[in-house]
């Protein structure tokens, strides 16, 4: 059975109890009425002037941008941050105010911005048009303003194409905003007299499986996209599946509408993790441990990596974490059950100037939909070659074949049976580099590596 989950946005509300009701009878509708290629889903040119008003200095604070008409209308969209690192989520909420002390009735205008029924294909299961169907939303990768809004093309899409039964709802004739509230009394031709809150969350959609019963809705902000418009299984459309892509690094805009043709534009960047992002607590020598991941959010594993040498290397990081399935009978790479986003993709260090001695990077992981066992994790194999790597323990370096276990799902099957310890070596030895809050030497043109922090995925 397909159920809408909970805090799902307006639009989708009302197909949950569709959903339900057909599920017993067995009718499937189709979710969606494809629009693209329409020629209303880009940008306006011209719309009212949206501005900025920060709420801090700091470029990690929330953000608040809005406009307002005439009639004394205010859309606003309200940021809870305006930089994330990859993999988290942005918190984003679509506001339509009435900021007079007095009610303020109006007419809905349809055709002011047609490209709000247009972006619903993009933004939620259900799209198309219903009774709160007020303001729209739309996320494009790359900055955009009513100056460039052109040039910014269709938006990404944050819905996965999934066939559920939804209803449809005549849009509202009129409607009646309270004094100084984002409440409103909604009237058309199904009733009159709905009120509710006008405002929306701007979310990437997806669905998940849990017990026999798949549920699929909004999420718990914006933080990644779907590659394919085509039609996705329940299973297709949850996050870490291949048709899933977190959002890549580098500059959004939050685009916004409503029907009295107000347009804002809200701006953020994703960068990589860093350190501020990276957990701490995490205890000298104790390895990952067991680092508990998801499909619905990342866990986050930090290093420092050291390379004391003449000459440089070049790491590729983008697999540097191996995920390893070890039986008594088979022994094969797990690596395709999860998705792994280091924070940077190539890293070069050492040479005599010690360059880029003790770089933090930061590994994402997120299970892919339907993965479940428990697998042995390793750092660094597949570029150490004929260099030995070593973990910092607590009394003495450790080379060792793994360094914790990665669990997804149930933890079963268990992949993780290979037996075995560490190696090390003589650090009383004369020569050997010192690092700040190492007890103990290091030899030189060894792959050394710190652990900063792990955590569990957080849902």
Same mark, same amino acid.
């Given at each position: 059975?397909?159920?809408?989950?909970?805090?799902?946005?307006?639009?989708?509300?009302?197909?949950?109890?569709?959903?339900?009701?057909?599920?017993?009878?067995?009718?499937?509708?189709?979710?969606?009425?494809?629009?693209?290629? %329409? $020629?209303?889903?880009?940008?306006?040119?011209?719309?009212? /002037?949206?501005? +900025?008003?920060?709420?801090? *200095?700091? #470029?990690? &604070?929330?953000?608040?941008?809005?406009?307002?008409?005439?009639?004394?209308?205010?859309?606003?969209?309200?940021?809870?941050?305006?930089?994330?690192? %990859? $993999?988290?989520?942005?918190?984003?909420?679509?506001?339509? /105010?009435?900021? +007079?002390?007095?009610?303020? *009735?109006? #007419?809905? &205008?349809?055709?002011?911005?047609?490209?709000?029924?247009?972006?619903?294909?993009?933004?939620?299961?259900?799209?198309?048009?219903?009774?709160?169907?007020?303001?729209?939303?739309?996320?494009?990768?790359?900055?955009?303003?009513?100056?460039?809004?052109?040039?910014?093309?269709?938006?990404?899409?944050?819905?996965?194409?999934?066939?559920?039964p939804c209803a449809t709802w005549p849009d509202p004739t009129s409607i009646v905003f309270l004094p100084h509230n984002d409440t409103a009394k909604v009237y058309g031709t199904g009733g009159g007299g709905i009120v509710e809150p006008i405002s929306v969350p701007a979310t990437t959609e997806s669905c998940s499986t849990n017990g026999g019963t798949t549920n699929c809705g909004a999420g718990t902000g914006l933080f990644g996209y779907w590659n394919t418009?085509?039609?996705?299984?329940?299973?297709?459309?949850?996050?870490?599946?291949?048709?899933?892509?977190?959002?890549?690094?580098?500059?959004?805009?939050?685009?916004?509408?409503?029907?009295?043709?107000?347009?804002?534009?809200?701006?953020?960047?994703?960068?990589?993790?860093?350190?501020?992002?990276?957990?701490?607590?995490?205890?000298?020598?104790?390895?990952?441990?067991?680092?508990?991941?998801?499909?619905?959010?990342?866990?986050?594993?930090?290093?420092?990596?050291?390379?004391?040498?003449?000459?440089?290397?070049?790491?590729?990081?983008?697999?540097?974490?191996?995920?390893?399935?070890?039986?008594?009978?088979?022994?094969?790479?797990?690596?395709?059950?999860?998705?792994?986003?280091?924070?940077?993709?190539?890293?070069?260090?050492?040479?005599?100037?010690?360059?880029?001695?003790?770089?933090?990077?930061?590994?994402?992981?997120?299970?892919?939909?339907?993965?479940?066992?428990?697998?042995?994790?390793?750092?660094?194999?597949?570029?150490?070659?004929?260099?030995?790597?070593?973990?910092?323990?607590?009394?003495?370096?450790?080379?060792?074949?793994?360094?914790?276990?990665?669990?997804?799902?149930?933890?079963?099957?268990?992949?993780?049976?290979?037996?075995?310890?560490?190696?090390?070596?003589?650090?009383?030895?004369?020569?050997?580099?010192?690092?700040?809050?190492?007890?103990?030497?290091?030899?030189?043109?060894?792959?050394?590596?710190?652990?900063?922090?792990?955590?569990?995925?957080?849902?």
């Amino acid at each position: 059975m397909a159920q809408a989950a909970s805090g799902i946005s307006r639009r989708i509300l009302a197909a949950a109890i569709v959903v339900v009701v057909a599920a017993a009878s067995l009718t499937v509708v189709l979710a969606y009425s494809d629009q693209r290629g %329409s $020629g209303v889903s880009t940008l306006p040119t011209t719309s009212s /002037f949206s501005s +900025l008003s920060s709420l801090s *200095s700091s #470029t990690e &604070s929330s953000a608040s941008y809005s406009t307002t008409s005439s009639t004394g209308l205010e859309l606003r969209v309200s940021l809870n941050a305006t930089t994330i690192a %990859s $993999g988290r989520a942005l918190g984003a909420q679509v506001t339509i /105010f009435n900021k +007079l002390d007095e009610n303020l *009735s109006l #007419t809905p &205008s349809y055709a002011a911005n047609p490209a709000i029924h247009s972006w619903a294909e993009y933004d939620y299961f259900c799209g198309g048009g219903n009774q709160m169907a007020m303001v729209g939303y739309a996320l494009f990768q790359g900055y955009y303003s009513q100056e460039n809004s052109s040039l910014a093309g269709k938006p990404m899409q944050l819905a996965p194409f999934v066939e559920l039964p939804c209803a449809t709802w005549p849009d509202p004739t009129s409607i009646v905003f309270l004094p100084h509230n984002d409440t409103a009394k909604v009237y058309g031709t199904g009733g009159g007299g709905i009120v509710e809150p006008i405002s929306v969350p701007a979310t990437t959609e997806s669905c998940s499986t849990n017990g026999g019963t798949t549920n699929c809705g909004a999420g718990t902000g914006l933080f990644g996209y779907w590659n394919t418009s085509a039609p996705l299984n329940f299973q297709q459309a949850a996050v870490g599946s291949p048709f899933f892509r977190y959002l890549p690094l580098g500059e959004y805009t939050l685009a916004v509408q409503d029907v009295w043709n107000q347009t804002v534009y809200a701006h953020f960047q994703v960068v990589p993790l860093t350190r501020l992002e990276c957990p701490s607590g995490q205890t000298a020598g104790s390895g990952f441990g067991t680092v508990t991941v998801s499909s619905s959010s990342p866990a986050i594993i930090c290093v420092e990596v050291y390379y004391y040498s003449f000459s440089a290397i070049t790491l590729n990081l983008t697999d540097a974490l191996q995920v390893q399935a070890v039986q008594s009978n088979r022994t094969f790479s797990g690596d395709s059950n999860f998705i792994i986003t280091p924070s940077q993709s190539q890293l070069v260090i050492g040479a005599s100037s010690n360059v880029n001695e003790g770089t933090l990077v930061a590994f994402a992981v997120t299970a892919r939909a339907g993965a479940s066992g428990t697998y042995e994790l390793g750092l660094l194999p597949s570029q150490s070659g004929a260099l030995n790597t070593y973990m910092f323990g607590v009394q003495e370096p450790e080379d060792c074949g793994y360094y914790g276990l990665l669990v997804a799902g149930d933890g079963q099957p268990n992949y993780a049976q290979a037996t075995g310890g560490c190696f090390t070596y003589n650090t009383s030895s004369a020569g050997l580099i010192t690092v700040p809050g190492i007890p103990y030497g290091l030899e030189s043109g060894d792959l050394d590596f710190r652990i900063v922090g792990v955590t569990n995925s957080t849902r």
